[in-house]
T-cell receptor
Framework: DAGVIQSPRHEVTEMGQEVTLRCKPISGHDYLFWYRQTMMRGLELLIYFNNNVPIDDSGMPEDRFSAKMPNASFSTLKIQPSEPRDSAVYFC????????????FGPGTRLTVL | AQKITQTQPGMFVQEKEAVTLDCTYDTSDPSYGLFWYKQPSSGEMIFLIYQGSYDQQNATEGRYSLNFQKARKSANLVISASQLGDSAMYFCAMVGAGGSYIPTFGRGTSLIVHP
């Protein structure tokens, strides 16, 4: 079974541009999580969905960030406009029946905003 | 609120020896889950082991075991017979109602295994 799939794996863009990160969770998983990892702040949860519905987006840093999950097999994280401080590795993770089950992480998207 | 503390930013171990990575947590929840993940230099996060707060026995998964001391609020990861491929960052995490079931991760410990 394929794991969590993220695309692109690397993204380099210029400040002010729109960036869209994509995630395909493991089939059958009903929770999807978006994380951001930086050296300064470690691993931060941005938002998570349950059955395609956003449950908690309190970790989203500001209005420039938005996330959607139009169906059970696809989610996007969009940054518009992007800024250099958004440079980080963004992980998508999914799991089944939530809270006390381990999360399966995607390979991450390394974003560089120049 | 819940908090995870990993006090060892870096650890070194000789190949084939055992190593313990420390993790302490703080929560007022009676029920919670503790996890360990490995992040090698390639960047992916790999689940290693899970311990539930009501589990009577310490969790084990192959060479990984979790030394769970509930009264001390510690959940240390023990890796036996270290291998060169164990060199990575290791993250401790917890989930509980007090954190609205949002996982809280520690800052991680970098483990280097010497030949």
């Amino acid at each position: 079974d394929a794991g969590v799939i993220q695309s692109p794996r690397h993204e380099v863009t210029e400040m002010g541009q729109e960036v869209t990160l994509r995630c395909k969770p493991i089939s059958g998983h009903d929770y999807l999580f978006w994380y951001r990892q930086t050296m300064m702040r470690g691993l931060e949860l941005l938002i998570y969905f349950n059955n395609n519905v956003p449950i908690d987006d309190s970790g989203m840093p500001e209005d420039r960030f938005s996330a959607k999950m139009p169906n059970a097999s696809f989610s996007t994280l969009k940054i518009q406009p992007s800024e250099p401080r958004d440079s980080a590795v963004y992980f998508c993770a999914s799991n089944n029946r939530g809270h006390y089950n381990e999360q399966f992480f995607g390979p991450g998207t390394r974003l560089t905003v120049l | 609120a819940q908090k995870i503390t990993q006090t060892q930013p870096g650890m070194f171990v000789q190949e084939k020896e055992a190593v313990t990575l420390d993790c302490t947590y703080d929560t007022s929840d009676p029920s919670y889950g503790l996890f360990w993940y490995k992040q090698p230099s390639s960047g992916e996060m790999i689940f290693l082991i899970y311990q539930g707060s009501y589990d009577q026995q310490n969790a084990t998964e192959g060479r990984y075991s979790l030394n769970f001391q509930k009264a001390r609020k510690s959940a240390n990861l023990v890796i036996s017979a270290s291998q060169l491929g164990d060199s990575a960052m290791y993250f401790c995490a917890m989930v509980g109602a007090g954190g609205s079931y949002i996982p809280t991760f520690g800052r991680g410990t970098s483990l280097i295994v010497h030949p």
